[in-house]
């Protein structure tokens, strides 16, 4: 479902993203994990058509996001680690916005919103202004949005930042569900406790390069430390720490 291949990014003489080559197949939960300024997130961005490649290629759902990049986006979701909502809206306003956007029937908004409403206990905030929430409930408004229109492919920084254990909980399920019926979630997080629970394989990025990628037990093997995935990340990104130019 997403296929990145030799993907480089540079900024001037910095090297962002430096031949990162990876596929993620149809209903794989893929958590992207790695050290402050690794380059997670110019990936990210390229992923979603936000930045353009130096070289390489994305490929989401069989279409080049460079080259037919509302096809590509129209089978995507995104959720920033941050994201910009329409603070003057209510959440209700805003998920009608976003249906629309992705030419829903206002019956089929009706219908996806009022589940997802209720699954995310957003139903007291439906007519407040979304300016006047809190950040764990403007998360909540942000990832019902980029689930609204069933995308074939979600892509997710930092998605529990703010939120409850028990909404956190809902997150996970609900991804876990959707994974199951065949949507691609791509992750990005610090959290390794949500990769180590959630992810059917990690891919560790660091100095721009995937250094790893694979199961839990494989990246266990692969770092010749074992245990946990904290023992696997710390040594594997410790092999390439030092003496290395910070990636964005």
Sequence with gaps: M???KNLVKSFADLTAVNDLSLTVPQGEFFCILGPNAAGKTTTIK???GLMKPTRGSVIVGGFNIVEEPIRARELMAYVPDFPFLY?????LEFFEFIGRMF?????RIETQGRELIDRF???????KPIESLSHGTRQRVAIVS?????PKVFVIDEPMVGLDPHHARIVKDVFRERCRDGMTVFLSTHQLGVAEEMAD????????RLVAVGTIDELSK???VGGALESSFLELTSQLHENREPCS
């Design 201 to 208: 394989r990690v891919g560790i990025i660091n100095h721009g």
């Design 146 to 150: 980029g689930l609204l229109h069933d």
């Design 2 to 4: 997403i296929e990145i």
């Design 87 to 91: 603070d003057k809206l209510t959440p």
């Design 121 to 127: 206990g957003l139903v007291p905030y439906l007519k």
């Design 46 to 48: 390229i992923i979603t």
């Design 103 to 107: 030419h829903m029937e206002e019956e």
């Design 222 to 224: 692969k770092s010749g």
